[in-house]
């Protein structure tokens, strides 16, 4: 049973951009990044998901956003 090379393609974009957002957030919070650090990093994982899928620079902060918010608040809170 042969697949359509797109699904495939995009099958493997999202895998890869769960690893990155995964490998991210698992250096954020146990890593030895800083803050200002930290989100660079979400802003360097933002453009890998932005050169993965053109356009989707929304969906990013609408789903990836608030969980790396989240992570850095609980490593570096601000009280």
Do not use: C
């Not at 360097?44 to 992570?71: N, S």
Request: net charge neutral; no cysteine.
């Amino acid at each position: 049973m042969s697949k359509d090379p797109e699904i495939i393609l995009e099958n493997k974009k999202i895998r890869t951009l769960r690893i990155l957002v995964d490998s991210a957030s698992l250096l954020i919070s146990r890593g030895d990044l800083s803050r200002e650090e930290s989100w660079e990093m979400v802003e360097k994982v933002k453009q890998w998901a932005v050169i993965l899928f053109p356009g989707k620079e929304d969906t990013f902060d609408l789903i990836y956003l608030p969980r790396f918010r989240r992570i850095i608040e609980e490593r570096f809170p601000l009280h």
